[in-house]
């Protein structure tokens, strides 16, 4: 997924900010991402497994509990990467790794999709726990 596009998903996501997503956001989300990662994001969205980590000194990130194992995501991290956002799970370390930053997996679209409808449970982290969950997820 091209960066440019990522910025309009995200935009038509964020019209509706804390309501449910009707027909037409989820037409336009399918213009973009195959059924398959849509209907496994709003999975991961309907069980809650996105969290928002707050982090020392305002910035944040998220952590998506996967069928296997938990991910963390991060957004808006275009001025450090030409990715707009990326994700520790297998299937984007591999598309990005053979077809460049690109792509979005169902991690991304949740916390996309999650952030759009605030169901989001959100978490303060410390520098130690920050540190501790890095360990384990990178
Ligand atoms: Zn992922």
Same mark, same amino acid.
């Given at each position: !997924? #091209?960066?440019?596009?990522? $910025?309009?998903?995200?935009?038509? %996501?964020?019209?509706?900010?804390?309501?449910?997503?009707?027909?037409?956001?989820? $037409?336009? %989300?399918?213009?973009?991402?195959?059924?398959?990662?849509?209907?496994?994001? +709003?999975?991961?969205?309907?069980?809650?497994? *996105?969290?928002?980590?707050?982090?020392?000194?305002?910035?944040? !990130?998220?952590? *998506? $509990?996967?069928?296997?194992?938990?991910?963390?995501?991060?957004?808006?991290?275009?001025?450090?990467?030409?990715?707009?956002?990326?994700?520790?799970?297998?299937? +984007?370390?591999?598309?990005?790794?053979?077809?460049?930053?690109?792509? !979005?997996?169902?991690?991304?679209?949740?916390?996309?999709?999650?952030?759009?409808?605030?169901?989001?449970? #959100?978490?303060?982290?410390?520098?130690?726990? %920050?540190?501790?969950?890095?360990?384990?997820?990178?």
């Amino acid at each position: !997924m #091209e960066p440019a596009v990522y $910025q309009l998903l995200n935009t038509a %996501l964020a019209t509706h900010p804390g309501k449910e997503l009707d027909d037409e956001h989820v $037409q336009t %989300l399918r213009a973009f991402v195959s059924d398959n990662v849509l209907l496994a994001a +709003f999975d991961i969205v309907d069980k809650s497994f *996105v969290n928002k980590l707050n982090l020392p000194g305002g910035r944040s !990130m998220f952590e *998506v $509990q996967g069928a296997t194992s938990a991910y963390i995501v991060t957004l808006g991290i275009e001025s450090l990467s030409p990715c707009p956002a990326s994700c520790t799970c297998p299937s +984007f370390i591999h598309s990005t790794l053979s077809t460049g930053p690109t792509v !979005m997996c169902k991690h991304i679209l949740a916390v996309l999709i999650a952030q759009s409808m605030s169901r989001l449970t #959100e978490k303060g982290l410390d520098l130690d726990e %920050l540190c501790a969950l890095l360990k384990d997820h990178l």
